[in-house]
């Protein structure tokens, strides 16, 4: 059963409904006798006195054309057209007054009538204030003119004035009775055409002026907007608007944090949008870094003190806004992660709350769970802030004392009393609070205790008295070569030229660094690799920084450090892989081809210049993010081997396409294209990329393709190339673009000798060449490395030939005795030359029974069977061709059983050696000893004389 309304509640709401009657009937306004209207009416009179003193002094606002507006979906703009300033000031100063009071009826009309939901009422706020400075300011430069002229620059360009908006003007979701947070520029020097002419400094100046006094000015009409203007550069001891230029020296020698945190939300709002974008663009680097920038948390919380200290001066506990768990709060959290990663991820750079959580989520960055719950307390906290200044159009973020207006806002937000609507306020807040302190300090985290020993140890180290004694009693046995790393740590040249803020920093994390190491399995090896990595980031404070803030990446990072060496090396070598080891977002990753070559896709778009350079290094900081991400993965057990060189093998793929796609552009930039549809041009992946068996530091074997009929047709560029040379020139490109080294490193390392007469033939080969080598000079041993082939990059129309002719080439019939015998034979001689097996281990690869063993028995079945069996010919993987041999009855279950049994335990071995930095031999037990027992009773059983 509803709560009935207390009878001082309804007692109010009637006599005011009857007051408005009255002045309706006053004024010859005839009010609607319509009860959907009067309740509606009503509902307004619960929640607002404002909507009740505006509708009694303009009673015209009830009548048809009052209502209609308060109906209208339509924000302030589309009536904002029709509002003309007059000359006379005091005129325009009324209008424009009358009009926000009559637009910001209607938003509490809609809002209270559930019309609106929140983020339209909080849009269409915005929108008002936008019309009226745009209408404003129209006014005032056209007064200005009068007596001065236009702005204009040295070249005689006009000049307007750039309104950025702030907060949450800036993020299209202001408060009902919110001020307005603005600052003021314009692009250049110059002075005003006039007959009596300024300089622009001045010129602007006395228009800002100008316009602060229109909308800020009380009348007995009100005011029209409250203009807070301290968030220009130097506060309220800076001019009121500077040119670009002054602008953007301010922000790169002044700038401080918080001014990075105000200006995620800022947009040009009114006058000149078009150059407040091009002044955004060039401030953009000061508030969104290169790197990942986890110096953002000092910023905080410097702001957080302060904040916290107002609140406690002031008694703030229960302010909506900046009291614990209040919207500040939800707010930094949200600007925290834009500020990190905004640099590296442009989807994260919007204005707006609620989007840029949004934005947060989607890129795995804030857990759903938790963008959930910040997103429903925000609504919450949002809605009752703007109910409480809708109550008197009152700047307030406090929720009355007063019990009548308490019972009005629970009320008029659908709780049956006040103590409902609290109890949701206090659990929202509650939440909000958690989470605040979680990112703000996480446990373990800057502010944890660090025992005096290990800060002794480091202070040691500082001052060349480090003893290895020091650092065996402390768990770092033998403490000699550790000692001799903590004390050259100092004296590296990147350590003594960092700032003196970096190096409190590195004083605070070491110390941290100490006790992670100890706490790992292999503390002398993980504190050696740390303080590699330390000196290789001693200049970047933003890594430091993550250090000492991330517990969590902290523990990681040792645990990796004295786990897995290879791993390592790339963070060493790559500290961009830090943020990998803070949140794999193994949930994140993306698996498949067609998902991966989107993901390039969409980090290459973050790019600001599209240039050769930048889209390498960005694409090789991508490769080394996915690789690193599936080398965690599979090191905690998140993913097996076979599925972990299958993905391997679609990231390398996917960088080929990206790379050869890059070296086509770039090429026809210089020399044109050649005629025809599709470039006619493809890449062959052979070997582990192409049985899509890649390892963590596999080389690609790569074959280059191209179109034969193409092969005399001029490219149309203005450098013209006949198309054999304009393939090669793409296909040494492309060679070189994957193999050179970047800041970012290497791609990958390129072997092209399978190509037709290996190292002695042409780079590139054309169709027809490439048949005619296939079909009448290619050994044996070729056609198995054709088994493994497939296009990975390229012409798709090319793509279809090679793969009709690898199928007639392959499937061609053959005798079986005879291709037994000539893999046995290569096998054999493979295993003279490479195998580095002896008494005490075993090559994983090369060895007796092992994974070529398998693959080499799965390519002589194919090539012997393939005529009778042309499925067979789908697959290129050993895991695939594995169970496609069992369908044609080739092995039978146990055999086929055996085999991927094995061929999975020896690649996991396989990767775990290349992990440790070791070659892929293992010590021999008699669990390798059965699995190598097994591959060769099978391979002896199907034929196969590898072993004689």
Known sequence: MTTPESPALRALIDDRYAQLTAACRAAGVAVQDDAGVAERIRRTLLASDFA????????????????????????????????????DEIE???????????????????????????????????????????????WCERQLAVRYGHARDADGNAQRLVVVGFGKLGGSELNFSSDIDLVLAYPQSGQSDGARSLDNSEYFVRLVRQLVRLLNEPTVDGICARVDLRLRPFGTAGRLALPFAAMEQYYQSEGRDWERYAWIKARPVAGDRVAGKQL???LRPFVYRKYLDYTAFAGLREMKALIDAEVARKDLADNLKLGPGGIREIEFIVQLTQLIRGGREPSLRVRGLLPALTACEAR?????????????????????ENRVQMLRDAQTHDIPEDELSRERIARGLGHPNWAALAAELARHRAVVSEEFAAVLMPQGGRAASVPVADTALWQAACAGTLEAAELEASGFVPGDVVADALLKLPQAANVRAMSPGSRERLDRVMPQLLIAARQTAAPVACLLRLCQLVQAVARRSSYLALLEEQPAARRRLARLFADRAFLAERVIAQPLLLDDVLDPRIDQLPLKRADISAEITRVLGTLDEREAEAELERINEFKASVAFRLGLAFNDGRADAVSTARRLAALAESVVVAVTALAERELAVQHGRLPGEGSGFAVLGYGSLGGEELGFASDLDLVFVYDSRRATAMSDGARPLEGSRWYQRLAQRVMNWLTVLTRAGRLYEVDTRLRPDGSKGLLVSSFDAFAAYQRGRAWTWEHQALLRARAVAGDPALHAELAALRREILGAPRDRAAVLAEVSSMRKRWRAERDRSDDSRFDLKQGQGGLLDIEFALQGLVLASAAAHPALLDVTGNAGLIEACRAAGLLDAAQAGTFARVHADLLQRALTCTLDLRSRIDARDTTLAALADAVRTVTDALGFDFYG
């Open 92 to 138: 325009t100063l009324a209008l424009l007054r009358r009009f926000r009071r009559a637009e910001a009826l209607r938003l509490v009309f809609r809002d209270v009538n559930g019309l609106d939901d929140l983020p339209a009422t909080l849009s269409d706020t915005s929108v008002l204030y936008e019309v009226l400075l745009e209408q404003s300011l129209a």
């Open 364 to 384: 795995g960055h804030i857990p759903a769970a938790r963008a959930r719950a910040l997103r429903e307390a925000y609504g919450c906290l949002r809605r009752v």
């Open 52 to 87: 009740f003193e505006v509708w009694r002094s303009q009673p015209q606002l009830l009548g048809p054309a009052g209502l209609e507006r308060l109906r209208s979906p339509a924000d302030a703009a589309s009536r904002g057209e029709a509002l003309r300033l007059p000359e």
């Open 280 to 282: 955004q663009e060039l």
